[in-house]
Structure formats: C-alpha cells, structure tokens
C-alpha cells in the first residue's frame, strides 16, 4: 500500500468517526503531515482539551496521551504505540514522589508534563517547556520550598534565570542529557556561521554556548522570525521537519545523530493506519486517578492563557 493510500483511507476514516490526529513535533514527518494538529505538548494539552472529536489519536509517547484522556476523560483516546514510552518519565515513581509529598507537605510540587498520570497526582501544578518559567515565578512568590521534575535540566536552568530555589528529582532526558560542550565545538567549527540553538533539557554547560533556549515551538518560532538562516539545532532531530517546511530557504544542521529519541520514532504509518481502523490501544485512566492527576494540568491551563 503506498503512503498516499494510506492517507486516503486515514481522511476517510477520521471523517466517519469524528476522530482528530494529534502529533508531536517529534514524530517522523509522514506522520506529521497526516496530523490535524502538530505541536509540542503544551500546545497539544490545550488542544486535546477543546476538541469536539469523538476520538483523539495522539502520535506520540504515551504520557502525552495520558495527558490527554486527563483532559478529555469522556473522549476515546488511542496510543498508536502502546510501548512508546518516555526514558525522563520512567525516572519518577509513584511510590518516591507520594514519599516525598508525605515527608514534605507543604512543598510545592512542580511536575513536569512528562510524567505519568499516577505521579500527576500528587503535583500542585503541571508545566511544560514552554511555561515552566513563567510558572515557577508564579508559585515562587509564595515563599513555599519547591519540588520541581522529574527534568533536573529544566530546573537547573530556570534556577540560572532567577533567584529561584527548587528541589531537583534527579531524572533527566536521556536525549537531550546527552548532548555534550565538545558536540556544540565540533557543530560550530563546521558550520561557523550559524546560531546554535538548544532545548532547555540539554545540561547548563550545553545552554551556555546557545544563542537561543527555548521549547520546541519556540524554537521553531526563534528560527522563523529570525534574519540568521543557519541553525545547529539542539534537540529532537524530528523538529527539523516543521523548521524546514516553514523555512525552505534557510539550513538546519541537527547538533547530533545521537539527537533522536527512539521511543518517538516507534510509531510508524502503519501503526496509526491500524490503530485508527480497528480503534487499538485505548488509553484508560481509572477514575479515581484520573480525578487527582487532571488537577495540576487543569492549573497549568489556567497560568498558561
Ligand atoms: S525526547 Fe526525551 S523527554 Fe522527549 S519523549 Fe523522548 S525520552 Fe522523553
């Protein structure tokens, strides 16, 4: 079956069930090119909230999904992918951070959108990339002690943007965490004219040597608006795909092979193709979990407008 055969039946398919393709930036371009909405998570959370779709097929990792279903509990929502999990997620569990609540209740916890719905649950408020910032000044003001992961690199950097103070859970993307000080020298003395920019889950060290920090819209935004028309990119090598398509006249280099997250990269065609006619891999929340976790994603919504 050719691709665009497959596109045909998916467009039939979304028309008869009143489905909706939700992808990450992340995903490989076929998939994005079939979705009705491609962003990062923020801006999918906020999606997945307001669609009137009766299904939501979400192309990405599955907290991603679970995000949604918090968002969305009375809509079907499929995982392409059930396996597609996320290694920084993985790193907090729910037995530690509901130890740490116990220990600690009167921090303030501030929970990383990639985390299960089961440490959800226990988080005063949920940021993403995109509003961490914005939302850590927004709860420093209380002059309560703060908990802030599972991304020990988001933290450390919103720490270096003010005078903050958080706890780190020790988690980390093993992507992102990987990129080195001597892969942004090895990137710059080949393409010398161009802008490194980079996510803020890469290390300080990484930040650093960055003309730009920011999430992936936000980087796809910075690249857009700029009047530089070369880019070492410093994060997921899927973004390229939306930076080229926006950009057809500037150059993107990734920083590193190494730059690719294998748990995204799960989801093929073919996944969402049979995922969305045979409506597999329904993600299912149970109600008492789900009624705890929506809370902090309910609040990120509300400091996001
Ligand atoms: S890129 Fe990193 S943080 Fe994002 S889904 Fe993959 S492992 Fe998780």
């Known amino acids: 079956m050719t691709k665009e055969e497959m596109y045909n039946d998916i467009r039939k398919w979304k028309k008869e069930k009143n489905a909706i393709i939700l992808a990450h930036y992340y995903q490989d371009g076929d998939?994005?090119?079939?979705?009705?909405y491609v962003g990062d998570s923020l801006a999918l959370a906020q999606k997945a909230s307001k669609t009137d779709a009766d299904i939501i097929v979400f192309c990405g990792?599955?907290?991603?999904?679970?995000?949604?279903?918090?968002?969305?509990?009375?809509?079907?929502?499929?995982?392409?992918?059930?396996?597609?999990?996320?290694?920084?997620?993985?790193?907090?569990?729910?037995?530690?951070?509901?130890?740490?609540?116990?220990?600690?209740?009167?921090t303030i916890?501030?929970?990383?959108?990639?985390?299960?719905?089961?440490?959800?649950?226990?988080?005063?408020?949920?940021?993403?990339?995109?509003?961490?910032?914005?939302?850590?000044?927004?709860?420093?003001?209380?002059?309560?002690?703060?908990?802030?992961g599972p991304d020990k690199n988001l933290g450390a950097y919103a720490m270096s943007k003010s005078d903050v103070k958080l706890d780190l859970w020790p988690g980390f993307c093993g992507i992102h965490n990987g990129m080195k000080v001597k892969d942004v020298e090895a990137a710059k003395a080949k393409y010398p004219n161009a802008e490194f920019i980079a996510h803020p889950e890469c290390n300080l060290d990484v930040l650093a040597m960055a003309n730009y920090i920011g999430s992936t819209k936000q980087l796809i935004e910075y690249v857009t608006e700029s009047k530089a028309t070369e880019f070492i990119v410093g994060t997921e090598m899927g973004v390229l795909h939306e930076m080229k398509k926006r950009n057809p006249n500037k150059n993107f280099y990734i920083l590193s092979d190494r730059l690719k997250c294998y748990?995204?990269?799960?989801?093929?065609?073919?996944?969402?193709?049979?995922?969305?006619?045979?409506?597999?891999?329904?993600?299912?929340i149970p109600s008492d979990v789900s009624q705890k976790a929506v809370k902090c994603v309910d609040k990120m919504l509300e400091l996001s407008k």
């Open 31 to 36: 998939i994005q090119d079939i979705a009705d």
């Open 61 to 106: 990792v599955h907290f991603m999904a679970e995000t949604a279903k918090l968002l969305s509990p009375q809509k079907k929502v499929l995982l392409p992918v059930m396996e597609a999990g996320c290694v920084m997620a993985d790193m907090m569990d729910e037995a530690a951070i509901k130890k740490y609540k116990e220990e600690n209740p009167d």
């Open 109 to 148: 916890i501030l929970m990383y959108v990639n985390s299960t719905a089961n440490c959800k649950q226990y988080a005063d408020v949920c940021v993403t990339s995109s509003n961490a910032l914005k939302i850590i000044d927004h709860y420093s003001k209380l002059g309560k002690k703060m908990l802030y």
């Open 263 to 284: 748990e995204m990269k799960l989801t093929r065609l073919e996944d969402l193709y049979n995922c969305l006619k045979d409506e597999l891999n329904e993600i299912i």
